[in-house]
């Protein structure tokens, strides 16, 4: 008698338990560091009343994201990240050469990226180093598939706003990671050979 009203509690019990333990596993936020070294082609147009001044504008600026990333099936994952970045740029418009760093923050949306970030330069030309603020905004594939690269390769538009007598200035180029650019060169310098082996 005490056997049959044990044996349906018994297995009251332990039937929610082995399913709990046959449902897949939650996914959850995984921790992850990306380093990119992302190269920065375009033109700045500066301030300087009562005219302006227009010019090429290049650079690099490396970046260390601390990211939080959640796994999706079958395609990239959605994750946020921040950390520090550093630049060196330069512009044949203002003649200047900026060194400087600040912060960023990234969204990852599957294989798409926002980044705002921002920071302080300094001018190196001229006589006294000028500080100046900047602000910037990225848009473009920017990825948490891979591990430790995030490879950024999309448009980012920066401002520099007016302080003292550095001009305001408003940034607009194109930055490519510079391993993905490696890649690519490799890729087709490697594509025409192959060609010729056909």
Do not use: C
């Not at 033109?43 to 010019?55: H, I, L, R, Y």
Request: charged share 15%.
């Amino acid at each position: 008698m005490l056997r049959r009203h044990l044996l349906p509690a018994v297995a009251a019990f332990l039937l929610p338990s082995a399913a709990r333990a046959d449902a897949p596993p939650a996914k959850t936020l995984e921790s992850q560091r990306f380093l990119s070294l992302p190269l920065l082609a375009g033109v700045d147009v500066a301030d300087t009343s009562p005219t302006s001044s227009t010019g090429f504008y290049w650079g690099i600026r490396p970046e260390y994201v601390f990211a939080w990333t959640r796994p999706r099936a079958n395609t990239a994952p959605l994750g946020v990240g921040l950390g520090p970045y550093v630049e060196a740029t330069a512009s044949t418009g203002t003649s200047q050469v900026w060194v400087g760093g600040g912060g960023t923050v990234v969204g990852y949306f599957g294989r798409f990226g926002v980044a705002a970030s921002g920071g302080v330069d300094v001018d190196w030309v001229r006589a006294l180093p000028s500080a100046s603020p900047v602000f910037g905004l990225f848009l473009g594939f920017r990825t948490a598939e891979l591990s430790g690269l995030d490879l950024p390769f999309g448009l980012r538009v920066d401002v520099r706003p007016g302080l003292g007598i550095v001009p305001t200035t408003v940034i607009v180029s194109a930055q490519l990671d510079a391993l993905m650019a490696l890649a690519l060169a490799m890729f087709t310098a490697i594509s025409p050979a192959a060609h010729g082996f056909d």
